[in-house]
């Protein structure tokens, strides 16, 4: 039985129907125990869930400021028998985009474990004209079992109720595999656009894969390594750095002032962190300047390993391989669900081999 205090569907104020028919339906802030969350800055106490401290965020710049809200990378855990669970949300406006659908920018998408792995089972799926927030109820298998709520990837949350049976059990889930996190730091990709649904971001694909715990730090069109971003990550505890921001960077000549600068500043405080350096996944778009950033970012792996530290290089052209490399992205550069998974991939196998190093 639960015996945290929860919230009946009158005192949300729940409008949707089928929620309200659900006799003995209670709502528990996540932010009480046993749920856990992941990905987030500080999430138990704060008014809004946000990725970074709001001093850092300010002091990195006016667009890290606003994309401190968007929740890419954040998750909550629990452990539950009961065969459903309903959604409350009060979000910061609607998120938009005209590249990517409206379940990738704001749905929250519902794992349940099957055989020790995480398993894509439902999406709480947000009515197009929402504005302030919405509500949803899926169905869940029968019996106890394990789920993972992946938050939006391009949308602000301030509040989150999660509706179970209330004669069901809620227990503390397992921790990951690997408590400490991969942090990614990069851009409007590392951020997930534009996965099809959040569990589709190729961080979240890679976390699946491994039972590993992440933090997404990427910024749309913001990820410029600024001083006070590098060294509040620095300041950080994780397992792996990935280095995933050449795409934001305004230029070659930028990408060599900062790479090495980000990567040193990273090292001095985590000595033996392995760092993994990733280029851009098109790299046919702007065929002239790309070889050079590649080799930017190759000269700091380079001469870290040449310094006998631990460093694994992923070259940007590898990541979408194979048959239908044109297919991997939704207008050139974004990529789909094709090109996340072959993301995954590569940058998966540098982080699998990593967390050994």
């Not at 942090?183 to 491994?210: D, K, M, N, V």
């Amino acid at each position: 039985m639960i015996t945290q205090k929860g919230y009946t569907p009158e005192e949300l104020d729940i409008k949707n129907e089928d929620i309200k028919k659900r006799d003995g339906i209670c709502f528990y802030n996540i932010k009480s125990e046993p749920f856990t969350i992941h990905g987030l800055y500080d999430p138990k106490n704060g008014t809004d869930y946000i990725r970074l401290p709001l001093d850092v965020a300010e002091a990195t710049s006016p667009s890290v400021k606003g994309l401190n809200y968007h929740t890419a990378g954040g998750r909550v855990r629990f452990r539950t028998s009961s065969n459903y669970v309903a959604l409350k949300v009060v979000t910061r406006g609607s998120a938009k985009m005209t590249n990517m659908c409206l379940i990738g920018s704001s749905a929250f998408d519902v794992y349940v474990a099957r055989g020790g792995v995480d398993t894509f089972a439902a999406i709480f799926n947000p009515p197009y004209d929402y504005k302030e927030g919405y509500e949803s109820i899926v169905g869940l298998p029968a019996g106890d079992k394990d789920i993972t709520i992946n938050f939006p990837l391009y949308s602000g949350v301030m509040e989150v109720y999660l509706g179970l049976d209330k004669s069901s059990s809620l227990e503390r889930r397992a921790d990951y595999k690997f408590t400490k996190p991969v942090l990614y730091y990069g851009s409007s990709i590392t951020q997930g656009g534009c996965a099809s649904r959040p569990g589709l971001a190729y961080e979240s694909l890679i976390s699946r894969r491994l039972d590993t715990d992440y933090i997404n730090f990427g910024f749309s069109g913001s990820a410029k390594a600024e001083d006070a971003i590098c060294d509040y990550m620095a300041s950080l505890d994780y397992s792996v750095f990935v280095s995933d921001y050449d795409h934001n960077a305004p230029s070659p000549e930028y990408l060599a002032e900062t790479h090495e600068k980000l990567y040193k500043t990273i090292r001095a405080a985590h000595p033996d962190v392995p760092v993994v350096f990733v280029g851009r996944p098109d790299f046919w778009l702007t065929v002239k300047e790309n070889p050079y950033r590649r080799d930017v970012i190759y000269t700091t792996y380079k001469n870290a390993l040449e310094r006998g530290e631990k460093v694994l290089f992923v070259d940007g052209y590898s990541l979408f391989h194979g048959d239908l490399r044109e297919e991997c992205t939704v207008d050139g550069c974004h990529p789909n669900d094709l090109g996340m998974t072959r993301m995954a991939d590569m940058i998966g196998k540098a982080v699998e081999f990593a967390l050994t190093m």
